[in-house]
């Protein structure tokens, strides 16, 4: 008679408690969406906008490369949607297998960064007429890097995400060196920094989560 699987004697407690760990760590994988599809769609559109300001509009008014004025927030504006659209994608993906309190979470979440950069945006556009381009350029900029980190410790702190919380951090340092060094300088500073960040930590989260 061949032996079953009701047959095989009972694990031992360790057994247990390593196969308990392992299906939660295989179920918790199952549930997170691709860091690199979180991250890197903004990183790169950090990266490449920001980057395409600097060349456009460097330190003290310099033309790196002679590009239309409207092409770098054309490009960056573009690169923001295609980047909520991936990431609005893998996260529906994931969420639709969860449900309660961590589906809500997760939507609560994702509001909170569009009704939040709508108001800034709507305080910003008043004083659109009253600064120097320059000057009116490092507000928006900074204004919204500032926002992005501070959005990104609050969703470390929620999902107790220590990797996301030290991002967000991480962004607003590279915000404030940035706002500090000027306009021009910032476009760099945060193409490089908060972009490339953003990139690495894509690659750090996807090796976390393998």
Known sequence: MTPTDDDAPPLDPAESLALIERERANLARSLTPDPRLMLWPWGFAWLIGFGLFFLRFGPDGR???D???WLPLVALMTLFIV??????V???RSSRQMAGPTSRQGLMYGLTWSI???GLSALFAQFSGDMPNEQLGLLWAGGMVALTGALHMAGGAIWNDRNLFILGAWTSLVNVAGIIAGPGWHSLIVAVGGGGAMIAAGVIGWMRLR
């Open 67 to 69: 590009l239309p004025d």
């Open 83 to 88: 980047a909520g659209i991936i990431t609005g």
């Open 63 to 65: 033309v790196f490369v």
């Open 116 to 118: 939040a950069y709508s």
């Open 90 to 92: 893998a996260g529906s």
